[in-house]
């Protein structure tokens, strides 16, 4: 029968790896190790000062979804993206940036890693040069950004269930 994740999991069309750097709050990384989890991406590398597995603030919001999702630690963003680019995946930083362009219009032609920055610096542009693309979340409202675990979630489901691979 397959437990739900194991659906939804086959549901998606395209592999997705998260990146999470150097994100200072393990609340945050806990809550993406969970929506990764329901969303069905396949990993989430931590790299630079990102907390990782065993830590009880990922425990709190992260519910066991860090035992059950592939994690790995990468000291360097560089190690991780080498790993990546060797592994033919797509490499798009979720950053506002005026060369980025709308979740919605993002079309990947092959796997994806979403790479996530720092809570209030982001990703710096010695990092966005190395990406494929930049997306952004339209924003509508007065803030200009919202929480990178919100972010995140949204964009996995929307290139998880909406891809054509």
Same mark, same amino acid.
């Given at each position: 029968?397959?437990?739900?994740?194991?659906?939804?999991?086959?549901?998606?069309?395209?592999?997705?790896? $998260?990146?999470?750097?150097?994100?200072?709050? @393990?609340?945050?990384?806990?809550? +993406?190790?969970? #929506? /990764?989890? &329901? %969303?069905?991406?396949?990993? $989430?590398?931590?790299?630079?000062?990102?907390? @990782?597995?065993?830590?009880?603030? +990922?425990?709190? #919001? /992260?519910? &066991? %979804?860090?035992?059950?999702?592939?994690?790995?630690?990468?000291?360097?963003?560089?190690?991780?993206?080498?790993?990546?680019?060797?592994?033919?995946?797509?490499?798009?930083?979720?950053?506002?940036?005026?060369?980025?362009?709308?979740?919605?219009?993002?079309?990947?032609?092959?796997?994806?890693?979403?790479?996530?920055?720092?809570?209030?610096?982001?990703?710096?542009?010695?990092?966005?040069?190395?990406?494929?693309?930049?997306?952004?979340?339209?924003?509508?409202?007065?803030?200009?950004?919202?929480?990178?675990?919100?972010?995140?979630?949204?964009?996995?489901?929307?290139?998880?269930?909406?891809?054509?691979?």
């Amino acid at each position: 029968m397959g437990t739900r994740v194991e659906k939804l999991q086959r549901k998606n069309k395209r592999e997705i790896i $998260v990146v999470c750097h150097n994100i200072r709050s @393990a609340f945050n990384i806990g809550s +993406i190790f969970r #929506t /990764a989890d &329901g %969303a069905g991406v396949a990993g $989430v590398y931590l790299t630079g000062y990102s907390p @990782a597995p065993p830590h009880p603030g +990922i425990s709190k #919001t /992260a519910l &066991g %979804a860090e035992g059950s999702v592939f994690w790995k630690k990468f000291s360097k963003i560089d190690d991780s993206f080498r790993f990546l680019k060797k592994n033919n995946y797509e490499i798009a930083a979720l950053e506002q940036d005026e060369k980025s362009i709308s979740l919605d219009k993002f079309k990947p032609k092959r796997k994806i890693a979403l790479i996530l920055g720092n809570e209030v610096r982001g990703l710096s542009p010695a990092i966005l040069r190395k990406c494929d693309k930049i997306i952004e979340i339209p924003m509508q409202g007065k803030k200009e950004s919202l929480n990178v675990s919100v972010a995140f979630g949204i964009a996995a489901y929307s290139l998880a269930m909406n891809s054509d691979q």
